[in-house]
């Protein structure tokens, strides 16, 4: 397997490599975060940071800094089609982690569509990040691979030194927690749903959309993605 290399962006050709991945990602008519926003974001103290495989970008992270200098929003994640299967999402989610902590950030925070199965391994059981905020139709009407159903976003909240967190980025088991399932399955293809059969997908939207601010409002986090059952799991 050719060698993969982690770094911060540099240069506006690579800005721009990073607005054509988006593109390609996230399909016809999203649009991209521009290349010379995120090279001031860079400069004033965010992250850009890509994965490169003989000298292309395949993969890039953005994140910018908040209000509070030990907190980060990571708005972007993205990786080409072709280089799916290399745990490229993970590895640059690492990348990141070890990128704040060595800039005394400690808390790093984003959102997700929680419909999307591969996203909620990703983030909730992969990366340890927990959530007990739902964001209904976030970003309102979208296109590309987004378009045809409500933007509903969930708000995750990614501790850098948790255990749980820590033994994952190490490569150790993640430690053992009481969890009771949230009782709804996602679909195992969003994008083949909703295109097939939308009503069933806005239907399926709002039926998670209630369990998820129920459990919510009654103080529940969720903790854990079960990827066999494609369940989320709430803390005990």
Known sequence: MTDISFRDLSGMAEFRAAEDLQRAVWGEGDQP?????MMVIQ??????????????????????PTRDPQVQHSHRLAVLAEARGLQLGVRLKHYQR??????????VRWTFDPLRPVNATLNIHRLGATATTYLPDYYGEMAGINSGIASDRLLVEWELGSDVVAALAEGRPRPHRPTAPLPLTLPDDLEALTRDAPDQ???????????????????????DFDRELRQYLLDC
Do not use: C, N
């Open 98 to 107: 070890r990128w704040g902590l060595e800039r005394g950030i400690t808390h």
């Open 201 to 223: 997908a806005q239907t399926l939207r709002m039926a998670l959309r209630q369990e998820m601010q129920a459990a919510f409002a009654k103080g529940r986090r969720i903790v």
């Open 43 to 64: 400069a004033e103290g965010g992250l850009v940071g890509g994965a490169f495989r003989d000298g292309r970008l395949i993969g890039y992270v953005f994140g910018f």
């Open 33 to 37: 975060d521009p290349a010379d926003l």
